[in-house]
């Protein structure tokens, strides 16, 4: 099997998921327009087929930044 074949049969089995902007600010419990912000300093990538934009639900997360609790002398 030659690279670019092994390349495409792995892509055809973990296929990758995109979200809207809409439903990645319902999961993350945010406002559409916090995502576009967020998108608009490059914090997050969109990806775009046309007038369609998605958002990698990986990214969305990883946008997430843990927070000291109190304790830890915030």
């Known amino acids: 099997m030659t690279a670019r074949k092994a390349a495409v049969a792995t892509l055809d089995r973990v296929p990758r998921q995109y979200e809207s ?4 600010a319902v999961r993350a ?3 559409v327009k916090t995502i ?3 998108i608009d ?3 997050l990538r969109a990806y775009r087929l046309g007038r369609i934009i998605r958002l990698d639900p990986m990214q969305v997360d990883q946008a997430f930044t843990p927070v000291p609790s ?3 002398g915030m």
């Open 36 to 38: 576009r912000r967020r």
């Open 29 to 31: 419990g945010v406002s």
């Open 21 to 24: 902007i809409q439903d990645a």
């Open 41 to 43: 300093d490059g914090v």
């Open 70 to 72: 109190w304790r830890d």
